[in-house]
């Protein structure tokens, strides 16, 4: 029998050149009930970072 899992909420920012690990790594968090941005290298994350009114609860690059 599978474990349900419990919801989530909260801003996670996924920092990936590869697409492929940055539209899985979203569809699972965007299931788990996160808000997801994504970027695809460093300076686009940082631009994401720096927008007013962002609380971030979790970062992976």
């Known amino acids: 029998m599978a474990k349900e899992l419990r ?3 909260g801003k996670v920012l996924i920092i990936d050149d ?3 690990i940055l ?4 569809i699972i968090l965007k299931n ?4 997801v ?3 695809v290298d460093a300076p686009s994350g940082f ?3 720096e927008l007013p ?9």
Do not use: N, P
């Open 18 to 20: 590869e697409k492929v």
């Open 7 to 9: 919801q989530q909420s």
């Open 47 to 49: 631009e994401i970072i």
């Open 32 to 35: 788990r009930g996160y808000t």
């Open 37 to 39: 941005f994504t970027a």
């Open 53 to 61: 009114s962002r609380s971030w609860c979790f970062l992976t690059t």
């Open 23 to 26: 539209d899985l790594t979203s």
